[in-house]
């Protein structure tokens, strides 16, 4: 958009406005703001330099076992060293970063709150006062760390907004807080389809695009893969599948990856051992719209690779078929894997990650996945000794 001459001169009118207001608050804090009201409260939106934010704001959690000492919960041990992490690397990356609003209190009667007309203020805030923090007390303990740091540059030019609920009530504020707090959590699915294009992130939604078994058949935004809509993974699912492969680890970010090249790599290996695989290879072959609902039930019920666990699994051996110098996934050792028998009744996954249960819902299937790493572990050890890849590990 095009400013006019017009425009010029509005804009000179408003600092005229404006400048007397922090002309005669210049000792004191003083921020131009938003006036709304909500929940039968007024509320005002302002925006602070990152360099104000260690000496306007306060936490006040609670301490020992008593609930009514503070006005917040105590701070999570290492949440703010996460956040601070998370900033630190983007800014250094030269890469975009956002942190969520703020939101303090303050009794009405500390502050000077000057209305301009439609919604527009200015906000006094003397230098003696102190906004009470009633959500974001990590993101503050993060910025505060930065800002006094040797790394304060990195943010030395950004702002951050504050929601300012004016509030002198403590009890209020507490119940403030617990509500704020009743957001419920994002599906780490729904987090990781929105995540940046890149790593295990970037790889996994190659993945979904361009493996057969992935395709069409993956929840990305719920925790869990609904049956009814002919879903088998989910993109958590995908993502820990993918840590396994490259760095043995489900967790692993798998940052220095390079996106291309790995998703290439691996979805070559998967359309080939998923082909090839008899467990797999019908739903593969046949389009995901003649999929029945039966076809994933049925699949999801005996084949380990329907589960989160054998996936898991199939990561963790396909992990030791790869050459990271080369990119390269041996193919032989690929076919030999999608040789195995895969069903939850084959011996070779009893008593590590196939359990029988003593009170099945249903009798003629009383084999129960394990979950746990050690179970998981046990059974890549035991293919590894079945293929020939390892000789017998005593555990």
Not at 111 to 118: A, D, K, Q, W
Not at 196 to 225: A, H, W
Request: aromatic share 8%.
């Amino acid at each position: 958009m095009v400013e006019t001459p017009e425009d010029d001169i509005n804009h000179q009118r408003l600092d005229l406005l404006l400048e007397p207001y922090f002309s005669k608050y210049h000792r004191e804090r003083c921020y131009p703001g938003l006036i709304f009201r909500q929940g039968k409260r007024k509320m005002v939106q302002i925006n602070v330099p990152a360099r104000d934010l260690p000496i306007l704001l306060q936490a006040m959690p609670s301490t020992d076992n008593d609930p009514d000492s503070g006005k917040n919960r105590p701070e999570v041990k290492g949440h703010a060293e996460e956040i601070k992490t998370y900033v630190v690397e983007r800014a250094k990356a030269n890469r975009p970063w956002v942190l969520g609003t703020i939101t303090a209190n303050v009794d009405e009667h500390n502050i000077t709150v000057h209305e301009l007309g439609r919604g527009l203020c200015i906000v006094v805030i003397p230098n003696k006062v102190k906004l009470d923090i009633t959500d974001g007390q990590h993101r503050k303990s993060a910025i505060q760390e930065l800002v006094l740091g040797n790394e304060s540059h990195l943010i030395s030019d950004d702002d951050f907004p504050i929601t300012l609920i004016l509030e002198a009530d403590k009890r209020q504020c507490q119940i403030d807080f617990k509500d704020m707090a009743q957001t419920r959590p994002l599906d780490k699915s729904l987090l990781l389809s929105f995540g940046e294009y890149s790593g295990r992130v970037g790889i996994t939604k190659e993945l979904i695009n361009r493996v057969s078994m992935f395709q069409d058949k993956t929840e990305k935004i719920k925790s869990t893969p609904a049956t009814k809509n002919r879903l088998i993974y989910t993109t958590n699912y995908i993502a820990r599948f993918v840590s396994c492969v490259f760095a043995n680890d489900p967790a692993d970010e798998l940052k220095n990856y390079e996106v291309e090249a790995a998703s290439g790599s691996l979805a070559e290996c998967l359309n080939q051992f998923f082909l090839e695989c008899h467990h797999t290879r019908y739903i593969v072959e046949k389009a995901h719209q003649n999929l029945t609902v039966d076809d994933i039930s049925r699949f999801k019920e005996e084949c380990l690779l329907g589960v989160s666990a054998g996936l898991e699994v199939l990561g963790r051996l396909l992990y030791h078929t790869y050459a990271q110098d080369d990119n390269y996934f041996n193919q032989t050792k690929i076919s030999q894997l999608a040789q195995l028998d895969w069903s939850r009744e084959n011996e070779l996954w009893r008593d590590n990650i196939v359990r029988i249960d003593l009170k099945p819902k249903n009798p003629a299937k009383p084999y129960k996945v394990s979950f746990g790493g050690s179970a998981i572990a046990a059974a890549v050890n035991t293919v590894q000794v079945k293929l020939g890849w390892i000789q017998f590990i005593n555990n």
